[in-house]
Structure formats: structure tokens, C-alpha cells
């Protein structure tokens, strides 16, 4: 199974609005609604940010929202705050009953 | 509040077994509700999942590593472990324990996502 596809980088000023993208095949992305989003600080576990494509576990801020069209789901971020900078990581089930991940994107709040 | 906490010898040699716990504590191992699973980082790179297991035993793993890898549980003890057997240094991670939420949809049992995690350990494979 392959990596997902993220862009390596994004970028963004506070309060500004910025968009992650994250592309698969018919196999994962495409194939089903269950696309997942983590934020990851430097030396520190995941965080599970979306799940099922656009839905917030319990205490996560609503300035993360999740979307998908075909084969290319996206995590938006509005309000950019300095505490998002971070790396952010897709992930898809997939047609073999397993899970993959995208490469990740380090987001920087200029 | 439940908890993850991954443990094992943080140096392999290589072509050796490396071996890890990961201990749930503030919930039991045992629920319906959700799988078990290990996901790896290498220094400087993404995550890569390596497989998941049920309270009853159920596992699901990565192609790229299945021949390699073994994840057990034992509910007596509230842990779930991970063996990966021939290691190289390629196998050199963080490795981390997460809770993992699943459905079924269309009568297929569908993992999907990591919603707790464990701070992850540090395993180094090297002579």
C-alpha cells in the first residue's frame, strides 16, 4: 500500500485560514468515509483531530473542519492560532482492512 | 481516564526480536468497543502502521510487515504486545500504542482511527 499524498509544507498567518490537503486512490480516500487527521508536536503523541472525514472528537477547537471530494480529502484550519503549529498527518482505511497514512505536513504560523 | 503506556528495551541488534508492551490503564482491554494497535516513526518521518488486535484475539496487519510481525493481548493483565522479529536498522522508530475506533458497514469490519495514544518509546536497532 502506498502513502497517502500531503503536501511536505503550508503556511499561514495568525487568523488566517489555510487548507491541508490529502490525496489517495479508489482503494482508500475514494473508496470510503473514513479519513482521519492528527496534529503531532514536536516530541509529543498524535492527536486525533477528524475522524470519518469531518467529525470533531469531543474538546477539539471547531476552527478544524475536515472535508472530501473524489479522492482528495482536506483539513481547514481557520482562526490560525500559533499553538497549530505542528505537523498534521491524514489517514484512510483501506480496501485490504488496513489503514495508511499520509507523509504529513508541517504547518508554520508566520 | 484511560491511558497508554508503551514499554521494552529501547536498543535491538540487529537480525534479533524486538519486543513491546503497551499497558492500558483507567478502562479494561477487554471491551467491545474498540481494537488495539501499534503505529511506528522513524527519526525525522511520518507514521507507518504496522497492525491491530482485539481483546478476543482478532489481528489485522500491515502487508509490508505482516511476515514479520506478531501482536498479541493479554486481558488478565490489561496489555497488548508487539514482536518484530529479524530487525534491521530500517526498523529504528518511536514506537507508540493507540486505542482504535471501529465499525461495521456492509457487513465489513472497517478500522479507522487512533484516538488515544501512548507517548510512544524509542527503539534503537544497532549493534
Known amino acids: 500500500q502506498s502513502a497517502l499524498t500531503q503536501p511536505a509544507s503550508v503556511s499561514g498567518s495568525p487568523g488566517q485560514s489555510i487548507t491541508i490537503s490529502c490525496t489517495g486512490t479508489s482503494s482508500d480516500v475514494g473508496g470510503y468515509n473514513y479519513v482521519s487527521w492528527y496534529q503531532q508536536h514536536p516530541g509529543k503523541a498524535p492527536k486525533l483531530m477528524i475522524y470519518e472525514v469531518s467529525n470533531r472528537p469531543s474538546g477539539v477547537s471547531n476552527r478544524f473542519s475536515g472535508s472530501k471530494s473524489a479522492y482528495t480529502a482536506s483539513l481547514t484550519i481557520s482562526g490560525l492560532q500559533a499553538e497549530d503549529e505542528a ?9 485490504s482492512s488496513t489503514v495508511v497514512f499520509g507523509g504529513g505536513t508541517k504547518l508554520t504560523v508566520l | 481516564q484511560l491511558q497508554l503506556q508503551e514499554s521494552g528495551p529501547g536498543l535491538v541488534k540487529p537480525s534479533e526480536t524486538l519486543s513491546l508492551t503497551c499497558s492500558v490503564s483507567g478502562g479494561s482491554i477487554s471491551t467491545s468497543s474498540y481494537y488495539w494497535g501499534w503505529i511506528r516513526q522513524p527519526p525525522g518521518k511520518g507514521l507507518e502502521w504496522i497492525g491491530n488486535i482485539y481483546y478476543s484475539g482478532s489481528s489485522y496487519y500491515n502487508p509490508s510487515l505482516k511476515s514479520r510481525v506478531t501482536i498479541s493481548v493479554d486481558t488478565s493483565k490489561n496489555q497488548f504486545s508487539l514482536k518484530l522479529s529479524s530487525v534491521s536498522a530500517a526498523d529504528t522508530a518511536v514506537y507508540l500504542c493507540a486505542r482504535v475506533m471501529w465499525q461495521i458497514y456492509d ?4 478500522l479507522h482511527a487512533f484516538d488515544i495514544w501512548g507517548q510512544g518509546t524509542m527503539v534503537t536497532v544497532s549493534s
Open chain 1, 87 to 95: 505537523n498534521y498527518y491524514c489517514s484512510s482505511y483501506t480496501s
Open chain 2, 107 to 110: 457487513g465489513e469490519l472497517r
